[in-house]
């Protein structure tokens, strides 16, 4: 079964940075969009960056534009998200996805606090 594995730092202090990286088992990843969203506690999911299956085209909401790089390994099979100038307003639970939401990360709490 294909299964997407996160991994990365969870606590970070304002103006600090997290990098987060996604595994994706199986020789698909190549083809697949991919995309990162986050859930804040009681509220619901908001996407915040996505790229190609090449890596070449990248999109980010604008509340993590400039601060956020998304990026991948293909040949790795590895999805990563580079979170730097963190804001307290950024702490959720993040999630690694394929672009159609077939797949999905277990899910990796970042919390960051003064």
């Known amino acids: 079964e294909e299964l997407l594995v996160e991994a990365g730092g969870n606590l970070a202090q304002p103006g600090g940075s997290l990098r987060h990286s996604c595994a994706a088992p199986?020789?698909?990843?190549?083809?697949?969009?991919m995309s990162w969203v986050r859930q804040a506690p009681g509220k619901g999911l908001e996407w915040v960056s996505g790229n190609n299956s090449g890596g070449m085209t990248t999109y980010y909401a604008g509340s993590v534009k400039g601060r956020f790089t998304i990026s991948r390994d293909n040949a790795k099979g590895r999805l990563y998200l580079q979170m730097d100038s963190l804001k307290t307003q950024d702490t959720a639970v993040y999630y690694c996805t394929t672009a159609m939401g077939i797949y999905w990360g277990q899910g990796t709490q970042v919390i960051v606090v003064s």
């Open positions: 199986g020789s698909s990843f190549s083809s697949i969009d």
